[in-house]
């Protein structure tokens, strides 16, 4: 049984986000998608909204658990039984933080590997950040992230929409 986990952010879970998920699911009998609580960060979903948000998107879905968790990736790995983590590789701006990432967990935890999976070429632009932007001010976000994760942005940002500008 190989197990691997998908860790991130996940605010909010995307297409790209589930293609990396999908593609790694070929090669590993389980992955772990280990949504972060990270108090630092400024985040728009609560990370157990989060959670139950990528549970309801994902459903029924075999060789996926979606967990929380907080503290030092290595210990969570080494809990799950894992034998790598995976991430996602979009463009050479992603690769410098991913490189210091998986040195220092390499570090931490030497029979631990990492597995970079390159973005597929319609989600090498697609961040969540990205997503929230163009919620924030109503854009079409259907083709960018799974349909209960756009009607959740919507709830979340349609109090702002009736704000109007002056014009
Ligand atoms: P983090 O805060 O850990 O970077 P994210 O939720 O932004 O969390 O991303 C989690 C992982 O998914 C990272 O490895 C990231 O590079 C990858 N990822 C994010 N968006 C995409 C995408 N469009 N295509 C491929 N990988 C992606």
Not at 5 to 15: A, E, H, L, Q
Not at 45 to 54: A, E, G, T
Not at 98 to 105: A, D, I, P
Request: hydrophobic content about 40%; proline content about 5%.
């Amino acid at each position: 049984m190989r197990i691997a986990v998908y860790p991130g952010s996940f605010d909010p879970f995307t297409n790209g986000h589930l293609d990396i998920l999908e593609r790694s699911l070929r090669l590993f009998d389980e992955i772990v998608v280990a949504v972060l609580v990270n108090p630092n960060k400024n985040c728009l979903i609560q990370s157990s909204d989060r959670v139950q948000l990528i549970k309801n998107v994902l459903g029924e879905r075999p060789g996926v658990r979606v967990e929380q968790f907080n503290g030092l990736l290595v210990d969570f790995c080494h809990k799950s039984n894992a034998v790598a983590v995976i991430r996602g590789l979009r463009a050479v701006s992603d690769y410098e933080y991913e490189v210091q990432l998986s040195t220092v967990n390499r570090q931490l935890a030497p029979d631990l590997e990492t597995v970079f999976m390159m973005s597929s070429p319609q989600y090498s632009f697609l961040s969540s950040s990205i997503v929230k932007e163009i919620a924030r001010y109503g854009g079409p976000i259907d083709n960018l992230v799974p349909a209960l994760v756009a009607e959740e942005l919507r709830k979340n940002f349609s109090a702002t929409w009736k704000v109007k500008t002056p014009a």
